[in-house]
């Protein structure tokens, strides 16, 4: 395989996430919302959602929408899936968190 990258799967899924974004006409948060029942429907692991954490902070989402998702898929896709999800958000928020101290450690 050629590639001028070092990390072509990242890159291939940015392209592809921009390309959805560019042709979707929802509103970003509303977006945002749509792939977090997504990938809590298709029992999605943790660093799936980290991928989403900084957009839906700057759509200005809350953690009561987020529970509103799942509350809302919950009849569809089932307790289990939706209490995984609800962990595997956890999880990907402490993540985000440790990845943002260590970025304000390097800087100070």
Do not use: F, W
């Not at 509103?27 to 954490?53: C, F, K, N, Q």
């Not at 896709?77 to 968190?97: D, H, S």
């Amino acid at each position: 395989m050629s590639t001028s990258s070092e990390t072509p799967v990242l890159d291939t899924l940015a392209a592809m996430t921009i390309d959805s974004i560019e042709r979707c006409g929802m509103t970003p948060d509303l977006l945002i919302l749509t792939r977090i029942a997504a990938l809590a429907a298709s029992d999605a692991p943790p660093i799936s959602y980290v991928a989403h954490i900084d957009p839906a902070l700057k759509t200005g989402l809350t953690a009561d929408q987020l529970q509103d998702v799942l509350v809302a898929i919950a009849p569809i896709v089932g307790t289990a899936r939706v209490m995984t999800a609800a962990g595997n958000i956890a999880t990907a928020l402490g993540v985000a968190i440790a990845v943002a101290d260590t970025e304000i450690e390097s800087q100070g």
